[in-house]
């Protein structure tokens, strides 16, 4: 029941999610009692996810921090902004003069969406420029691949999705990772359209699905050249598709460069169920949905490539109810022309390979690295080596609510605001509206927004000129492209607005922005799946959980040892519930064992962003290496074995 004095306020979650919701906030004495989706939001559609309606455990979380603190020997102590300021300032001024800004790196991954957050990038490029990430851990290999084979990446609207006969989530979770896209779904399935999922790993969305199938972990790219050929051999492409693709004879050689039963056999199912889905999927318009897992592998831009190809030559690119669906361009609305990011900076260190990379970096030294919105030591590869690299920085800063495992390598930790305090913009990767990102309640005493952060520093370093103004007026700048289209920020401010730069339909008349024109049709492939050798059968797979956004649980939702779930024959000697070793070629971890019939028996399935101080890091287990194109991580690849715990 609403006391009388409830406020309801309007804000948007920037959580690293595709749904982007809108939230309407409850706030009572300046306390938010209630979050609830709000009923407005075309998408949001009133509710919210697991994770983000318990997000209020966090917000109050008793270990949030409120003060800067300083290490002094292997503790932190509680210093004031001031101090903090000015002993960052000194330094980063001294870098600069002795080493150039080459010898600082600014890292910044995705605990904010917010547009605002740019800025922050932008006062380190200012201020150098400095060494910043290349590539993208999370969707680079994809849009990439998309990018080489349409010359764009963004998707069709999200609703189009209703206008498909057979919808096919190649590889994508929705009941853990999207979950406002189960209602377009089930929408979609009631008006008669056929769902298809293609996935390695079971999950709850096999039971909505009209047909399934669980291949080999990177078997996507056998499975749509095995299904390409069926197209080919029946006659069922597109008989203009040669006309807006380039190499279509390549692609059409590629896709018959082995039998049906070679291509069903390098994907792990059977002959029958590639024409199963070849059928399904020539019943069009059909759309392919396909997730942000399969392309964290060693050929991950390879399989959307394939797909991609698969899409154009089925004639399902351009049209309604149609298309190969990766990343919405969720940047599309704004105007960020000021920071021109990698164009300038004098090094690059891609993200992938963050750890070892500032390890090894020379001619300058990275000596101070800036960490924000982003927990590396958790969430990037090779946990132990990142944990040593920011270790061993003369000066490592971390800005983060919480004492993370990437907060404990810092030298000072600055504490700032959450997404309930927070004042931005967003855009999403799953859909096309926008939304501001209002502050429901005033931060804690001691938290500043990294906004609020940059402004200090520059007025420090001699940069307050572009960084003295308030958060809106940055907004209105980063609205410029969109104001007198619709969605200025006063539109904003009225609910949420769909980009007016967005359009229906991706590649509509199949108009494709590639040098040509045309599509680009892959032509060579390595199509083996990765194998994992006899001593180590198992790929680890550490995938997100409802649980938690990324390595941000809600507290008390760890304890005791991780959960690893394997198929019961995969884990002879074991049984369930006992506790074992999951041991990789670089390290190894104790968890407990949960058994599932249901999943293949070459993979070992982990939850992601397990606490690395807690011996719950899969990331401890994972080499850093990059994806074919596009500087994606290679998450998914790692062979593990088990091993009985203790020994
Ligand atoms: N609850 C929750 N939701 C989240 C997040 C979270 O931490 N928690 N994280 C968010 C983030 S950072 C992102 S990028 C997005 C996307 O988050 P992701 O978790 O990447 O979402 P999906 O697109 O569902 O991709 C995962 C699916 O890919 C499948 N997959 C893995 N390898 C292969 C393969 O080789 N072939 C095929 N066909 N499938 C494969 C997995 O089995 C899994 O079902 O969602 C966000 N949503
Ligand atoms: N093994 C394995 N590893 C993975 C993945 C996987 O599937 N498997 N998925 C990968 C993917 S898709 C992604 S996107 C990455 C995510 O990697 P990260 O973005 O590094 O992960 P998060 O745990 O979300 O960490 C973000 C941190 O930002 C903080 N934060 C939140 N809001 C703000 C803010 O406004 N300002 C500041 N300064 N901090 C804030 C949070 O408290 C949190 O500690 O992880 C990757 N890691
Ligand atoms: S995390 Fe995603 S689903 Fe959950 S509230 Fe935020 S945007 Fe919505
Ligand atoms: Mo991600």
Redesign the pocket.
């Known amino acids: 029941m609403s006391a009388e004095n409830t406020q309801h306020k309007q804000t948007a979650c920037n959580r ?3 749904d982007v919701c809108g939230i309407v906030a409850a706030v009572e004495d300046g306390r938010v009692v209630r979050l609830q989706g709000d009923p407005q939001h075309p998408v949001t559609k009133g509710f919210l ?3 983000t309606s318990r997000f209020l455990q966090r917000q109050y979380d008793p270990e949030r921090l409120t003060s800067p603190l300083i290490r002094r020997g292997s503790d932190f102590e509680p210093i004031s902004w001031g101090e903090a300021f000015d002993t960052i300032a000194d330094r980063m001024l001294r870098i600069r003069d002795e080493s150039g800004g080459a010898a600082i790196l600014h890292y910044r991954c ?1 605990g904010s969406l917010g547009i605002v957050k740019h800025v922050t990038d932008y006062f380190f490029e200012r201020f150098g420029p400095v060494t910043i990430k290349s590539g993208d851990i ?2 680079g290999a994809g849009e990439a691949a998309q990018m080489e084979d349409f010359g764009d990446g963004d998707c069709s609207d999200l609703f189009d999705v209703l206008n498909s006969k057979t919808i096919v989530l ?5 009941y ?3 979950v406002h896209l189960l209602p377009i779904l089930k929408e979609a399935k009631r008006n008669g359209a056929r769902l298809v999922l ?4 079971y ?1 709850r969305t096999a039971g909505l699905s009209d047909l399934y199938l669980q ?1 080999r ?4 790219m056998a499975l749509a050249l095995g299904v390409a050929q069926v197209f080919f051999e029946r006659g069922w492409h597109d008989p203009a598709a040669a006309s807006y693709c380039n190499h279509f004879d390549d692609f059409r050689s590629l896709a018959f460069s082995r039998s049906l039963a070679e291509w069903a056999g390098l994907a792990d199912v059977g002959v029958d169920e590639v024409q199963s889905f070849a059928e399904a999927y020539a019943d069009g318009p059909s759309s392919i949905l396909a ?4 392309q ?2 060693g050929k991950g831009a390879a ?1 959307i490539r394939s797909i991609d190809a698969l899409g154009a030559i089925s004639g399902n690119m351009g049209v309604s109810g149609g298309g190969v669906s990766f990343y919405f361009k969720r940047r599309g609305a704004f105007d960020l022309s000021f920071a021109r990011g990698e164009a300038v900076a004098p090094r690059t260190i891609p993200e992938s390979l963050l750890g070892p990379g500032i390890l090894e970096a020379t001619a300058p030294p990275i000596r101070m690295v800036w960490v924000t919105a982003a927990n590396p030591v958790a969430m990037l590869p090779e946990s132990q080596t990142v944990q040593q690299a920011l270790k061993s920085r003369e000066l490592t800063v971390v800005v983060d609510s919480f004492l993370t495992d990437t907060a404990r390598c810092a030298h000072i930790v600055l504490p700032t605001t959450t997404m309930l305090e927070e004042d931005d913009l967003v855009g999403s ?1 799953g859909h096309h509206w926008l939304a501001e990102v209002r502050p429901v309640v005033s931060p804690p005493a001691g938290v500043k927004s990294d906004y609020e952060i940059s402004r200090e520093l520059a007025r420090r370093v001699g940069l307050d000129d572009e960084f003295s103004c308030n958060v809106e007026t940055w907004k209105r700048r980063l609205l410029g492209n969109v104001a007198n289209k619709g969605a200025s920020l006063d539109d904003l401010r009225r609910g949420p607005v769909r980009n007016p730069l967005a359009g229906q339909i991706i590649f509509e008349d199949r108009k494709f922005p590639t040098p040509t024109g045309r599509v680009n049709l892959i032509r060579h492939v390595d199509p083996e799946p990765p194998q994992p050798p006899p001593d180590r059968p198992l790929l680890l ?1 550490a ?8 390595s941000q649980w809600v507290h008390g939702a760890l304890d005791g040892p991780a959960v690893a779930t394997v198929h019961p024959d995969s884990a002879a000697g074991f049984g369930e519930g006992d506790l074992a070793r999951v041991q990789s070629e670089i390290g190894e971890l104790t968890v407990r064992l949960q058994f599932d019939s249901r999943q293949r028996r070459d993979v070992l399935l982990m939850p ?2 397990g606490h690395f101080r807690d011996g719950r890091c899969a990331n401890a287990l994972v080499s850093a290496a990059q994806t074919d194109s596009g500087g994606g991580a290679v998450y ?1 690849d790692t062979p593990v074995r088990l091993l009985p715990a203790g020994k």
């Open positions: 690293d999610c595709p996810c697991h994770r995705g999370c969707s190649w590889g994508k979770n929705p853990v990772g999207q293609i996935d390695p790993v999950h291949p972990p990177g078997g996507d997730g942000w897992g399969m964290r592998r399989a990767y797979m995938l997100s959980t409802e649980k938690s956004q990324g992601k962003g998914y």
